[in-house]
């Protein structure tokens, strides 16, 4: 069984009488222990997949399944436990709660799926020292750990990265690429969007997006 298996993807928006494309029969299949890349330009439809493959969106046509299930059209609740027991999902903007400090930022995104691996992701990571501070006090590179921290916290089938490296440094980068290749799940998939030609190079396997289209 693969981790991820997303068939024939189309999406479309409204923009006054009109229906623009966003994507056109796209998919993607991860093996077990494959990263891939999503590559394209803006407005190429980057975003829009990974909503999909999260079950934060649904598509006009095809399905998304991960770690078996499948998690497009479904309720909000159910496609909420799906992504609970499946999926992590790491943003550039790392969606760290302000108000609660490093590790409880972890430990909360770990309760949700029922665990409680907080310590030893920070240690691995490097965050032991930041445990107890809060997310406006990391440097960017701390914070994309954190970020990884929180994403990985629910031990995901299928980790979802935007632009993981977009404000990092290229040490901070290099160090994010490894935690990911340390920490990414055995019989899982990694899938990030990125403009970076070095993340490029490091996944196992390019998807190209050009105008929705898999070029």
């Not at 399905?63 to 799906?82: D, F, K, L, N």
């Not at 691996?117 to 920070?122: H, Y």
């Not at 160090?175 to 996944?203: E, F």
């Amino acid at each position: 069984m693969n981790p991820l298996d997303a068939r024939g993807l189309h999406r479309f928006y409204r923009r006054g009488a009109s229906e623009v494309p966003a994507l056109l029969d796209v998919s993607v299949t991860c093996e077990p222990g494959e990263t891939l890349a999503v590559t394209g330009p803006s407005g190429s439809g980057k975003s829009t997949l990974l909503g999909l493959l999260a079950g934060l969106d649904d598509p006009d046509g095809g399905a998304v399944h991960v770690g078996g299930e499948r998690i497009s059209h479904r309720t909000a609740a159910q496609a909420a436990r799906i992504r609970r027991a499946h999926v992590g999902v790491l943003t550039q903007s790392s969606g760290l709660l302000g108000h609660l400090t490093v590790r409880d930022n972890v430990r909360f995104a770990g309760a949700l799926s029922g665990r409680d691996e907080a310590d030893a992701l920070l240690e691995v990571l490097g965050l032991r020292d930041v445990a107890r501070s809060l997310p406006r006090t990391l440097s960017g590179g701390e914070t994309a750990r954190a970020g990884l921290a929180v994403a990985l916290a629910g031990a995901p089938t299928v980790l979802l990265a935007d632009e993981p490296t977009g404000e990092v440094s290229r040490p901070e980068e290099d160090l994010l690429l490894q935690a990911i290749a340390d920490l990414r799940p055995t019989d899982g998939a990694v899938v990030v969007v990125t403009h970076s030609s070095r993340v490029a190079d490091w996944a196992d396997r390019v998807v190209h997006l050009v105008d929705g289209r898999v070029a």
